[in-house]
């Protein structure tokens, strides 16, 4: 909790809990006595209306969720869309957030990511989901329920192989935090071998598929391109490889093919 996020809370008029049973604990901590009402992800059309009709008489209301940040796989979405749509102004406060959080930490690739949420519960349509991010040039990253990890773990060395280089981060500033970086294989067994791994709020990250020997990207080819005017080919493909983590034999053929072109 920042010093911001207490005064706001302690400063509203309601706060709009996904759990007011779970927030109290929270709010009592930080002496935060402002009235709470229940929102969450199922809550319907009336709810909402109680609260566009108390922001409609200005009062100030603070959206909250159990973990993490609201609307990033929380409740919030439609609650936020029509109060936008009726000029209500919208803030964040920053806080916690799971996906930003395992990210920083993760060393995988973080220039490029693909945030999916929860991947489906049932193993046929999570191995088709997955199947559809098999070739992506960006991390992956998603939610997961504790009690689904090893199959999804299991599915997803199935689609993507077993080597392909993952990290779950569990429990993220809790008291039993984890953090565990190694291939989908590994992770996989040591998830099962561990119970203490199957418990709390999971954060799944997969990193991209790697590039295809002798294919040349895009990108690729417009540093290559530029290195050329510069350094020899050999060079130009030696440190286009190093940029790009592209085949290096496979670039010095298509720079020397690019210059017999030339030549011609």
């Avoid at 990193?207 to 020997?213: E, I, K, V, Y």
């Amino acid at each position: 909790m920042s010093p911001r996020a207490v005064e706001i809370l302690q400063s509203v008029d309601i706060i709009a809990c996904e759990d007011t049973r779970h927030s109290k604990k929270l709010l009592d901590h930080y002496h935060i006595n402002s009235p709470t009402m229940t929102y969450h992800e199922h809550s319907d059309r009336q709810s909402i209306d109680k609260i566009l009709t108390r922001l409609a008489r200005r009062d100030s209301v603070a959206l909250i969720s159990d973990a993490g940040t609201p609307l990033i796989s929380d409740p919030g979405y439609r609650l936020v869309a029509v109060a936008r749509q009726q000029g209500v102004t919208v803030i964040p406060i920053p806080g916690s957030c799971a996906l930003v959080s395992a990210l920083s930490v993760c060393g995988l690739a973080t220039d490029r990511f693909s945030f999916i949420g929860f991947l489906p519960a049932k193993s046929a349509a999570r191995k088709a989901a997955l199947q559809a991010w098999k070739t992506s040039s960006e991390t992956l990253v998603c939610y997961e329920a504790p009690h689904r990890i090893v199959d999804t773990l299991a599915d997803a060395m199935e689609v993507l192989g077993a080597e392909r280089e993952a990290f779950v981060a569990r429990e993220i500033s809790k008291k039993f935090e984890t953090y565990s970086r190694a291939t989908l294989a590994e992770l996989h067994t040591m998830v099962v071998a561990d119970i203490c791994q199957q418990r709390g709020e999971i954060v799944l990250i997969i990193a991209a598929s790697p590039p295809a020997s002798g294919i040349i990207t895009g990108d690729a080819e417009r540093i290559l391109s530029l290195l050329k005017v510069e350094l020899s080919p050999s060079k130009a493909a030696s440190v286009t490889a190093k940029i790009t983590g592209l085949d290096k034999r496979a670039l010095y053929r298509h720079a020397m093919q690019g210059s017999s072109t030339a030549n011609a």
